[in-house]
């Protein structure tokens, strides 16, 4: 499965965007698709996922209220709607695919996307 990210930019904070992660392949739909992050000097941490069907998704405590996840299976695409961004949600965002929607170490991982919020 091959993975496009995209939606990033600069925001202030406070603000809102949505990243986009477009998803090809015979058995793109079969993937669970998460996002990770990864801040200036930080190490990586995952964001959010969602099960191939949408039927579950997970959310790291940092995010939950302030960011939602859901998949377009029709258009192959999972969208991560973050508003009420904060400085220290700075960082490239990476799409991911795997099997596990809960996986530490997904198998698939598209190119970043920068997100950037100024104070």
């Known amino acids: 499965v091959q993975l496009q990210a995209s939606g990033g930019g600069l925001v202030q904070a406070g603000g809102s965007l949505r990243l986009s992660c477009a998803a090809s392949?015979?058995?793109?739909?079969?993937?669970?698709i998460g996002w990770f992050r990864q801040g200036p000097g930080k190490e990586r941490e995952f964001v959010a996922s969602?099960?191939?069907?949408?039927?579950?998704?997970y959310l790291a405590d940092f995010v939950r209220g302030r960011f939602t996840i859901s998949r377009d299976n029709a258009k192959n695409t999972v969208y991560l709607q973050m508003n009420s961004l904060k400085p220290e949600d700075t960082a490239v965002y990476y799409c991911?695919?795997?099997?596990?929607?809960?996986?530490?170490?997904?198998?698939?991982w598209g190119q970043g996307t920068q997100v950037t919020v100024s104070s």
């Open positions: 969602i099960t191939w069907n949408g039927g579950l998704t």
């Open positions: 991911t695919a795997d099997l596990d929607a809960r996986s530490d170490s997904p198998r698939h």
């Open positions: 392949g015979r058995t793109a739909s079969n993937y669970a």
